[in-house]
């Protein structure tokens, strides 16, 4: 996966990620993302995501001066998860589908270097603090409005 940093959110996808995420029977396509009914989800270039939220992962890198990286293992990881967490936001996938994405979020930071028990605990918190982040948004990012209409 080819990335940058950038400030606002936090990565910039840099070439189109594919991954098969094994929730079928969906299929959508956006300016972001598509997905086919067999599973198969591409996230196209330029898609910006945050990480993997951690509880004060901003702070604990500045304590570590600079040396803490919540994301080293997980980058795929919270790429793919935020990017369904998106399209159930949207409407694209169904909310029940988040503890398939929650599961696939866990093996692919245990894929990435993470530890079983530390991808575990993840999978955890994502379980019992992570649905606020499929509700739809009061004021969604990107929202296009027209001034001609009335």
């Not at 086919?36 to 992962?57: C, Q, R, T, V």
């Not at 589908?97 to 866990?106: G, M, P, R, T, V």
Request: hydrophobic content about 30%; overall charge positive; charged content about 30%.
């Amino acid at each position: 996966m080819k990335y940058s940093e950038i400030k606002h959110y936090k990565y910039k996808l840099e070439e189109n990620e594919e991954i098969q995420t094994g929730i079928t029977g969906y299929l959508f396509c956006n300016r972001h993302m598509m997905m086919w009914e067999n599973g198969l989800l591409l996230i196209k270039k330029s898609y910006a995501w945050d990480g993997s939220s951690i509880p004060h992962k901003g702070l604990i890198r500045v304590l570590s001066l600079w040396q803490y990286d919540g994301d080293r293992y997980c980058k795929v990881a919270s790429l793919i998860h935020d990017a369904l967490c998106q399209a159930m936001r949207e409407g694209n996938l169904p909310k029940g589908e988040k503890f398939h994405a929650d599961c696939l979020y866990a093996k692919l930071c245990e894929q990435g270097g993470l530890s079983k028990w530390r991808a575990t605990k993840r999978f955890q918190a994502l379980r019992k603090f992570g649905d606020s982040g499929i509700e739809p948004e009061k004021n969604p990012r990107n929202k296009i409005y027209d001034t001609e209409r009335k």
